[in-house]
DNA sequence: TAGTGGTCTAGACCACGGT
DNA sequence: CCGTGGTCTAGACCACTAG
């Protein structure tokens, strides 16, 4: 069942099984998953570790608690969300789920006279040996400040940490717009959904505390990302 | 501090307080919140309680646990943003133009037992004689909160000015999803755009300081408005 | 070594939904 | 009424980070 000398928490054991069953269709679809106090005999942990895998299981979408009654498998596409615009790599990693990167476009080139590392990534997220892909993802980044960053290998090194740790430069800001877009052909095939969806697009650019632009950024999301923002609403007096 | 009587659980209770806090500027961008252990001495409550309300922050990107360190605030503030809710009316003065607003729809109605005002304006401006709508605005207000408010005429008094000078309840902060959509026949009316036309729609709560919702708000924009915004990179940085 | 967050136990009482 | 999930307590041990 669940290994106690295994490092990873039995918690995260529990999801993992209880998500394999589900996608595997031993509960199906608006079907019960067994009760809390019977997943605790079943695996000998008590109902805080249950809670902990089962509410996992909740957020992602995969399940419905209904109070008074049980936990329903609720099958939908699995829902992935960005809070105030911060990176997707630290999301991900809060969830047990490792980034997946792949470069689809790398070279340099001209615009307007300055020289331009042209990098464009799908990234997203490995889902039963496959890659589901969250972001669509074009940056231009100006040589001048990062020589030599067309060596490194994308699909594996952080953009923004290659640019803090390799050069210096801290990324601080970004100054974007939010665009409703129609997909086209290569979100067509990225995201696997056919081209009358509307998406959402961000474009801009980011800059270090100092405003020295990094890098123009064009960012597709996947229907599968939530875009959430929380913010004042600016009738504040700051203190 | 926190109320043991108050239905409302204990760690959203907690949770609503240290959201309160950092949006108030109490811990500040990059600095810790209280340790666990410290906050269980200052509101009496054992650690899963304040484990839970702290997960929360975690989850919509508040805050970021270090372990062996301790909390630290990742606010991405959003310095500016045109599409601001209260700064729509501010930002069209600035620009000499008089907002013009337009009531679709209103009407009291029930929800899952609970009584709302339901409000649905066209919000833009006035040029050449004509209105250019620029925003589709539709509110549910919980009318426990706000009795008697189906008297006012929303399409000249201010929805924002008349919860905080007639009921003297204050709209702080938004927790808001961004969502692209298609338009509709309405938006087709409104906006004078075709329907194959994607939007933003935005969709999410109006809070007090305390955490009160307000008003439940989903908003679609027009093609002319653009969705422009500022924001810090969740960067912690080190001290 | 002291303090932090991460995991887990073994209980308790409650609100809800169906019988 | 009973079984369900929702909340909460009062402990424990661990892994990690820093001085």
């Known amino acids: 069942m669940l290994n106690r000398k295994d490092p990873v928490p039995l918690y995260v054991q529990l999801y993992r099984k209880l998500k394999q069953d589900i996608i595997k269709g031993v509960y199906t679809n608006g079907e019960m998953i067994p009760s809390e106090t019977q997943l605790m005999k079943q695996y000998n942990v008590t109902r805080t570790t249950i809670r902990k895998a089962v509410s996992t299981l909740a957020q992602e979408g995969l399940v419905e608690t209904l109070h008074g009654i049980g936990t ?18 630290d999301y991900l990693r809060l969830h047990n789920e490792t980034p997946q990167s792949v470069v689809l476009e790398n070279y340099i080139t001209h615009i307007d006279g300055i020289q331009y590392f042209r990098l464009m990534r799908g990234r997203g997220v490995k889902k039963d040996g496959d890659i589901v892909y969250l972001t669509l993802d074009d940056s231009l980044i100006p040589v001048d400040l990062f020589p030599g960053i067309d060596r490194y290998d994308f699909s594996t090194e952080s953009l923004y940490d290659v640019m803090k740790n390799e050069y210096k430069l801290i990324p601080d800001h ?14 067509e095939k990225l995201f696997k959904i056919d081209q009358s969806t509307p998406l959402l697009k ?23 990302m939530d875009f959430n923002v929380i913010s004042n609403i600016g009738n504040r007096q700051k203190r």
Do not use: A, H
């Not at 961000?202 to 599968?224: A, Q, R, W």
């Open 72 to 89: 329903v498998v609720s099958l939908r596409e699995l829902k992935y969300s960005v809070w105030n615009f911060s990176g997707f790599t």
């Open 202 to 224: 961000v474009e801009g650019c980011l800059f270090t505390e100092e405003g020295i632009e990094l890098e123009k950024i064009k960012l597709i999301y996947s229907p599968n």
């Open 174 to 187: 970004v100054n974007i717009q939010v665009i409703p877009i129609m997909g086209n052909d290569i979100t």
